[in-house]
């Protein structure tokens, strides 16, 4: 299995300001995704990271406000472009080896926006 | 898209109990259903997943069922123990896609409380 890190591990943030978030994995790896998770609540997949080419975002989450990147089969991140406090979650980051479909998380940004 | 309902949304059982929580989808075109533990303040760890050409799965003391024709797919833990109190979520994609997995639709988790 992959092993994710992130960087930061959480934040405050001022109302109007950006946060990008880093994901890290130890091995390369095919597939990088983002996720959103709520206080209380699941699992919203919010792009898949493609290497090379643009993201692709899920309805209801568009590039001007999460952009992301991923430079390589290692390296992926995303930017929380002019929070507001419905901003305010934990940002996940997974990946997937494509041998299978295994996906492996990351243990999470978790952001507040004041 | 997919829709992943989870049932139930918390489960008490006695300390060497055996849990089970449930799972349905609506795309029949899902053919990779994998189950998540999630600790407090951590990410989400993969326990068993299973493919759609499979019916049952096992692994130690926990085990999967996956039902094609309902759409339905079931997590079973027996002999439970402390430490599998957690928040559980299942989750379905359609797999592979030949260019790596595809990204998961969760269900809404169930919360394992474990009593001693």
């Known amino acids: 299995s992959a092993v994710i890190s992130q960087k930061p591990s959480r934040d405050i943030c001022q109302r109007g300001t950006s946060l990008t978030i880093q994901c890290q994995v130890d091995?390369?790896?095919?597939?990088m995704f983002w996720y959103r998770q709520q206080p209380g609540q699941s699992l919203t997949l919010i792009a898949t990271?493609?290497?090379?080419?643009?993201?692709?975002?899920e309805s209801g989450f568009v590039i001007d406000k999460f952009p992301i990147s991923r430079p390589n089969l290692t390296f992926s991140t995303l930017t929380v472009s002019n929070m507001s406090p419905e901003d305010s979650s934990i940002y996940l980051c997974?990946?997937?080896?494509?041998?299978?479909?295994?996906?492996?998380f990351g243990p999470g940004t978790r952001l507040t926006v004041l | 898209g997919e829709n992943v309902e989870q049932h139930p949304s918390t489960l008490s059982v006695q300390e060497g109990d055996s849990a089970v929580i449930k799972c349905t989808y609506s795309?029949?075109?899902?053919?990779?259903f994998p189950w998540y533990k999630q600790e407090l303040g951590k990410g989400p760890q993969l326990i068993i997943d299973?493919?759609?050409?499979?019916g049952e799965k096992k692994d130690q003391r926990i085990a999967v069922t996956l039902n094609k024709t309902a759409k339905h797919f079931s997590l079973h833990i027996t002999e439970t123990q402390p430490e599998d109190s957690a928040v559980y979520f299942c989750?379905?994609?359609?797999?592979?896609?030949?260019?790596?997995?595809?990204?998961?639709?969760f269900g809404k988790g169930t919360h394992l409380i474990i009593q001693p």
């Open positions: 997974s990946a997937g080896s494509g041998l299978g479909n295994e996906q492996f």
């Open positions: 091995s390369q790896v095919t597939m």
């Open positions: 990271a493609n290497q090379g080419s643009e993201a692709t975002y």
């Open positions: 795309d029949s075109a899902s053919n990779y």
């Open positions: 299973i493919r759609s050409n499979v």
């Open positions: 989750a379905a994609s359609m797999g592979y896609s030949g260019g790596g997995a595809d990204g998961l639709t």
